[in-house]
């Protein structure tokens, strides 16, 4: 069984910086893809950032230059540093993973809880 939970959501005010981390823990043979989408009240889930299977990181137009995403291979974490945090930024944010498991080494597509950030102007 995998699990993704995230942690270091909050309240922030405008032009300030928050750090979300994810980790990826249970039966885990290799993780390909993992990264951070976001869902605004009424929205539809977008991406923000992601690290692609060859390590390749993807950034939303709107967060480029504010944010970035790093990854601790050994811990199984990929982590978001979000500046210069604007109300838009407002949004439940979850963590997602591209997982093999062993034995079977069936990949699959796993999702967080999600972790609110909330940006006050």
């Known amino acids: 069984q995998v699990q993704l939970v995230e942690s270091g959501g909050g309240l922030v005010q405008a032009g300030g910086s928050l750090r979300l981390s994810c980790l990826a823990s249970?039966?885990?043979?290799?993780?390909?893809?993992m990264g951070w989408y976001r869902q605004a009240p009424g929205k539809q889930r977008e991406l923000v950032a992601t690290?692609?299977?060859?390590?390749?990181?993807n950034y939303a137009d709107s967060v480029k230059g504010r944010f970035t995403i790093s990854r601790d291979n050994t811990k199984n974490t990929v982590y978001l540093q979000m500046n210069s945090l604007k109300p838009e930024d407002t949004a439940v944010y979850y963590c997602?993973?591209?997982?093999?498991?062993?034995?079977?080494?069936?990949?699959?597509?796993?999702w967080g809880q999600g972790t609110q950030v909330t940006v006050s102007s």
């Open positions: 690290f692609t299977s060859s390590g390749i990181t």
């Open positions: 997602n993973a591209d997982i093999m498991v062993p034995y079977t080494l069936r990949r699959g597509d796993y």
């Open positions: 249970g039966s885990i043979y290799r993780i390909y893809a």
